[in-house]
């Protein structure tokens, strides 16, 4: 597909109590950046710039001889939005064309369809910008220390997804003004006033962010 691909995996991912990021958790015979990148081989991006974080780049640089498509390697910040402002800033450096479509994905998102990310590259070269997302089905109600106090009206409601896309002039611009962290693309780009398009996703895009979520993986892995 006709964008440039950045991969945040530049999280060390605490909760999973290991000595080495989540992204190199294994998921049957592969770790999960692998079967992302395994992904992104079918939908062969121009390049991925792919954030790591300190003290793994030696870990992180095997991963080029193992995929066709290529990737950039660059150190990831201490939030996400550190992480993405870097890559974009080396994006934009190399680029003469800004109105590029950049796609952020996080790399701990290995379960993807590839209707789905055509839809966002084709919506962002249309719109400018195009966020994913799954409405929310259940139940929504707000919970403090005191217990259950109101039930949220689901009807709007929507859980975004990645990956996240924007024209990389739309993205730089955006980070440049920035003067709070964000923890997503789709707020920054709404608080500066762009309006992205919403792609429906599929509810088998899960983030792997806790050691039960590795199960759910597992599971994932051998029926889609």
Known sequence: M????ILTAGGIGKRFGKPYPKQFEKIGDK????????????????YCVLTYPEGFEREFETLKERFSFPFLLVKGGSERF??????????????GDKSKVVLV????????????????VEKTQEKGCAIPYIPVSG???????????????????????????????????CFDKAERIYTDESTML???????????????????????????????????
């Open 2 to 5: 006709d964008c440039i691909l």
């Open 31 to 46: 770790t999960i950046i692998e079967h992302t990148l395994t992904f992104f081989e079918k939908v062969r991006p121009e």
């Open 82 to 95: 550190f992480s993405v402002k870097n890559a974009v800033e080396f994006i934009n450096e190399k680029e």
């Open 105 to 120: 994905h996080d790399g701990v998102r290995p379960f993807l369809k590839q209707e789905i990310v055509r839809e966002i």
């Open 139 to 173: 139940t929504v109600r707000r919970l403090n220390d005191s217990g259950f106090y109101q039930t949220v009206n689901r009807k709007d409601l929507v859980s975004i997804t990645t990956p996240q896309g924007a024209r990389l002039g739309i993205l730089k611009n």
């Open 190 to 224: 709404s608080d500066f006033g762009f309006n992205p398009y919403p792609v429906k996703d599929w509810h088998f895009n899960i983030k792997i962010t806790e050691p039960s979520d590795r199960e759910i993986a597992e599971v994932l892995t051998k029926i889609i």
